[in-house]
Every structure is written in C-alpha cells, then in structure tokens.
C-alpha cells in the first residue's frame, strides 16, 4: 500500500545489499555470509575491512598489502590535531570532537572530491585510519599528556591502545579489542548507516557521509547506550546497591534498562553472546569479577520476569563497556569506539549503494493545516 505510514522506517526495504544480514528472531549476524563468530574469533578487523570493501576474504598477500595501506595513512595533519587540542581544552565531548575533525579532514585530502564508488573507498581508507589517531589523540590532551604519533608496524588494535597509553598492548588486550572491532563492524541499516546513506546517496564525499554517520551514532537509542550500561554498573558498583534492586528502581520509575532491547533482535543478540564470554575469561584471568556479576545478575533477573522472552533481551552495548573497562579505556571512549569500528560498515554501504545510486528521498503524510489565508507582517 503505497500510502502506509512506517515511523521510523521500522521493516521498510529501502536498497539491496551484499554486505551484512541480521536475523532478528534467531539472533543471527552475518558479514558476507560469514557468521560474526566464525569472524570474531578467526579474523582480525583489517580482514573484516577487505571483506566489507572488497567482497571476498583476502589471502596473506593481499592482506599485508591492504593493512599496510591502511597502516601508512594513519598520521594526521598537524592542525587537525590543533583543532583537536582546542576541543579537548574547551571540555567538547568525545563523539562531537571527532564528528568536528572527521570533517576537518578533508581539508587535507586532496582526493577528497573524486567521484562516488572507488574515490569512496580511497577516501574511507584514509578517514578510517585516522579516526583512531584523532579519538586517541584528544583523550592523550585530555589527560594532560602529549598524543603519540602511530606506529604502522602495529595492527588497527594494537596501534590504537598503543596510541591511548604509549605503551604497546599485551596480546590479550589488543586480541580483545581487535574482535570487539570486528563485531562493531557492520550490522545491516542501522541509524548510522542509514544516515551516511542517505548522505552518499546525494553523491557528496563520504567525509560528509561519515560525519553524519558519527552525529547519528552519538545518540543514546544508538551507539550511545554502551556507555550508559557501563554508567549504571559504576553507579551501583558506588551505592554498593544491589545490582536487581537498580533494576527494580528503575522499573518503578518507568525508565528503561540501557542495554536491553533492539529493532531487530527479539532474542539475545550474538554479539553480546560473545562479548559476555570474552567478559568471563578476562574476569577469571584477572581476578576481578564484579562488572560480570553485576551484568549476570540484571540479565538473570530479567529472564525471570519474563522480559528476555519477551525480546527485549541484552543487545551488544550490555557487555561492551564492561570489555572495554578490562581494558583500562576511558568510559566516554566508548562510543567514539563504535564509531571507529562502524566507519568500515559505513563506508562499505555508501560505495555499495552508489554502485547503482538512487537519491534518497522518502515523503512525509502532510498533516498541516490547509488553505491558510496570508496575511502580511504588519497585519499579523
Ligand atoms: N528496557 C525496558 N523496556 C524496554 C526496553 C528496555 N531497554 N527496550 C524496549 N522496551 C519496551 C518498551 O517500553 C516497549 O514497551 P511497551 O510496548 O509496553 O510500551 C517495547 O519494549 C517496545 O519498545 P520500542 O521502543 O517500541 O522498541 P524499539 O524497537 O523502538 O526500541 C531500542 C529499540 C533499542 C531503542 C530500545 O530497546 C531501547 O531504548 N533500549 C535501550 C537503549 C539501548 O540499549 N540501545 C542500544 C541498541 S543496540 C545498539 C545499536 O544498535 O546501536
């Protein structure tokens, strides 16, 4: 029915695509037809890229050759990082600090233009291997300490943390966030993605397109909810409440559980599967096994009431933070993180879809009032 009204586009067909696919009913998310286990937990985010922007699995060869492409772009012009300092001075929030010099980066590329499809993915190399340097960038000045210049021998993981702390991850860590990467990758037509999309689809360059990508990631119903799961766990962790009797009070007050509920998923989300049992080794390894007792207890007690069952079950940002707090990463990190793992999905979907280009443009149902009489300024 041409005139039906979807809000929020909830199940409307909008493109075709080769890239991912999300089974919302038995919790199933691939990339290319390759089960997100399988590529968690056997490649590594610069193979998931190739995969994403080139349509196959590369071999050895043309994965050293690809990572040491990425690997060579990762500096970052002197004044973005001025402007970086700036913002970190001004107090500017990490997802809007690197929305403002992912589009400052442009000013240096001097490809930026080109046209739609292989400039696309030329650029989004670039813009991918510099938002690490930029995020890892801002947090150093923010910490009152000088940004460290990337090191190309290390891998997209190990090059980050290694720019965050200036000193070189051991395996676990940077293993870690390598498939907390990989699993950001790429997850169908989300907001984000969407969004650069739209953007793509007026054929302007992906910066714009990864820019509006970034401000739509920001949001609490999207990217932002990593941060506030990991918020709650800090808040309980300081009230020494228990973590149910948070939920409870939560629940009392209307609010919603951060972490829970998704669009798509009416069961566990795979992702968090995997990130809860990277949580448990990291928590036995260490130790320390109080975010994951926290995160068992709320899970335990909303499958008890019912409400997993119902679908609104634990989406990836419920374990996420917790990983990335393991791994000493700052908590407004974490999404400005997402943002630099869902780059290689956006850019993906943009040069997919300008492929075979359509403008994007839907159209609302008019609801205004009609035939207004104009009456001029100084009668009104
Ligand atoms: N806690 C409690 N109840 C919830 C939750 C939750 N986290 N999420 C959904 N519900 C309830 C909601 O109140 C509604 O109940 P009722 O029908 O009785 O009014 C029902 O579930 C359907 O909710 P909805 O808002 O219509 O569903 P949606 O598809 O628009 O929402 C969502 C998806 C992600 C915005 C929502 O589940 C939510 O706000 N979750 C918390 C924030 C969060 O964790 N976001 C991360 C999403 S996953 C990562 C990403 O894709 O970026």
Redesign the pocket.
């Known amino acids: 029915m041409a005139d039906e009204l979807k809000r929020?586009l909830e199940g409307v067909l909008v493109a075709e695509s080769d890239l991912s696919y999300v089974d919302g009913e038995v919790g199933k998310l691939v990339y290319r037809g390759y089960d997100i286990e399988d590529l968690a937990r056997g490649a590594t985010y610069e193979e998931v890229l190739y995969l994403l922007w080139h349509g196959s699995l590369p071999n050895a060869a043309e994965l050293d050759s690809f990572a040491a492409d990425l690997a060579a772009e990762r500096e970052v012009n002197d004044d973005v990082i001025e402007t970086v300092r700036a913002l970190a001075d001004a107090g500017e929030r990490p997802m809007a600090a690197l929305r403002t010099a992912t589009s400052m980066l442009s000013a240096y590329d001097a490809d930026a233009e080109g046209d739609a499809g292989e400039a696309t993915l030329r650029q989004g190399r670039r813009i991918t291997a510099k938002i690490p340097t930029v995020l890892a960038a801002f947090e150093r000045v923010r910490q009152g300490e000088e940004p460290v210049a990337p090191d190309p021998d290390l891998s997209h993981a190990g090059n980050f943390l290694y720019m965050l702390t200036g000193t070189e991850p051991d395996a676990v860590s940077e293993e870690t966030f390598d498939m907390a990467l990989t699993l950001h990758a790429d997850?169908g037509l989300?907001a984000s993605t969407f969004t650069a999309m739209v953007i793509g689809s007026t054929m302007a360059d992906v910066y714009s397109g990864v820019t509006g990508g970034i401000g739509a990631l920001s949001g609490p119903?999207?990217?932002g909810?990593n941060q506030d799961v990991m918020e709650v766990l800090h808040e309980i962790d300081a009230s020494a409440k228990d973590p149910v009797q948070w939920v409870k009070d939560r629940q009392d007050d209307g609010g919603?559980?951060?972490?829970?509920?998704?669009?798509v998923y009416k069961v566990k989300d795979p992702r968090a599967k995997i990130l809860e049992e990277k949580l448990r080794d990291l928590a036995e390894s260490s130790g320390d096994t109080k975010w994951l007792d926290y995160t068992t207890a709320i899970e335990e007690y909303l499958t008890d009431q019912g409400l997993v069952e119902k679908g609104?079950a634990p989406?990836?940002?419920f374990y996420s933070g917790s990983v990335y707090d393991s791994l000493g990463i700052p908590l407004d990190m974490y999404t400005p993180i997402f943002a630099m793992s869902r780059v290689g999905g956006w850019i993906a979907h943009v040069a997919e879809y300008q492929e075979d280009n359509r403008l994007i443009r839907p159209r609302a149902r008019y609801t205004g009032p009609e035939d207004a009489e104009f009456v001029p300024i100084d009668e009104r």
């Open positions: 929020g997850h989300n119903l999207h990217g909810a919603r559980i951060p972490g829970f509920g998704h669009r609104i989406n990836v940002d």
